[in-house]
């Protein structure tokens, strides 16, 4: 067979990227969000409603609810990533029809992209979220195939012996299939039958941790993130705040999932001087003025019920005002370190605190 036969018979490999690689690229959302949107008809591609899998370049006009992408404008993928300490009450989506708080509510409004939540908290849970405007850098710190663990701080009713710890680690059938913990240590605190600790999982699966616990027959009382992969949840954040994560700390971040740097974006000395505003504000406690949602304890045989309430001075001032030594950069040197590390505990009501700032 001639060379020329062998061009004729083997098959010509398609053009273009596939749509929701490049949208995620760009920042319009998450490959996970774009496929859905795909589903849901809501994307088009020169006027025709996008299929899964459609591949797409230059020439090819891209709209979402009917607003044409700018590709030109959107040709170079911006990287920003700021972490976002979860109050109770607050929810991980863009808007609610029953009018609850959400998580993007006290984000400033990047100029380029949009925030794009790397995974997600459910309204009880609280701690440590990241978002970014790098569509491809969400979708692989999501991915199973990275590993990024997550780590947990949680108080548990009940009692908790060896061998249920040890059923945990090994894993246990959820109605979703199997799961476990990669690792559960201790934390001090806790009375009587409520006890602290410490736990990880590699997967973001929804409400995990507390449906693994539940299913030894135990009650999670408080949950809280404290650390994402290499970034660590610090006690200089407080809660409702954000902190944007400097290039260094992205970097660090980017590497772990095999994405080479981005220069963060150029500010002019305007945008500047209104970020830092905005930071410097950021690293203040809630006052009395702003407002948490936060939720009542359970009552007996009842569900939780939401209620606003105002974060008490003394409160504030005792989990989350910043101890000597933690303040500077919350990501790992070297992540890949953290998943060798046991857990540490942070205090008797954990907070992330006693993590300070992480040794490579």
């Known amino acids: 067979m001639s060379d020329k036969d062998l061009q004729e018979t083997q098959p010509i490999p398609p053009s273009g990227e596939k749509l929701q690689k490049v949208l995620a690229r760009i920042g319009v959302g998450s490959r996970r969000d774009v496929e859905a949107w795909i589903g849901q ?19 090819d006009a891209i709209a979402v ?14 990287r920003r990533v700021i972490m976002y300490n979860k109050p109770d009450g607050e929810i991980c989506t863009r808007d609610d029809p029953e009018g609850r708080p959400t998580v993007f509510d006290r984000l400033p409004r990047p100029k380029e992209g949009r925030w794009i939540n790397i995974g997600r908290l459910d309204i009880n849970t609280t701690g440590l979220l990241l978002f970014t405007t790098d569509g491809e850098l969400a979708n692989r710190l999501m991915h199973p ?20 710890i040890d059923r945990l680690k090994a894993g246990v059938m959820l109605e979703d299939g199997p799961a476990k913990f990669t690792d559960i240590q201790k934390a001090p605190g806790g009375e009587g039958f409520n006890h602290w600790y410490h736990c990880v999982v590699m997967e973001g699966r929804n409400r995990e941790v507390r ?74 406690p809630l006052g009395r003025g702003e407002r948490v949602r936060s939720l009542r304890p359970a009552q007996e045989g009842g569900e939780r019920q939401p209620r606003e309430t105002s974060e008490r001075p003394a409160r504030a001032a005792r989990e989350q005002a910043p101890r000597k030594g933690n303040r ?33």
Do not use: C
């Open 41 to 59: 008809g809501r994307i088009k591609v020169n006027g025709v409603a996008a299929s899964l899998g459609q591949r797409v370049d230059l020439h």
């Open 65 to 78: 609810d009917g607003k044409l992408i700018k590709r030109e404008e959107a040709a170079e993928a911006t």
């Open 145 to 164: 195939s990275y590993e990024m663990d997550r780590e947990y701080a949680v108080r548990v009713r009940g009692e908790v012996d060896d061998e249920m």
């Open 211 to 284: 449906r693994l616990w539940e299913s030894q027959g135990l009650v999670v009382s408080r949950l809280k993130r404290v650390r994402f992969g290499p970034v660590f949840l610090n006690s200089d954040l407080p809660m409702g705040r954000w902190r944007e994560m400097s290039q260094g700390e992205i970097d660090i971040l980017a590497a772990e999932v095999g994405l080479q740097p981005v220069a963060l974006p150029t500010l002019n000395l305007k945008a500047k001087d209104k970020l830092e505003r905005l930071q410097r504000k950021s690293s203040r």
């Open 328 to 360: 500077g950069s919350t990501v790992a040197e070297r992540p890949s370190d953290m998943r060798k590390r046991p857990a540490r505990p942070g205090g008797d009501k954990p907070n992330g605190g006693g993590r300070g700032k992480p040794r490579g």
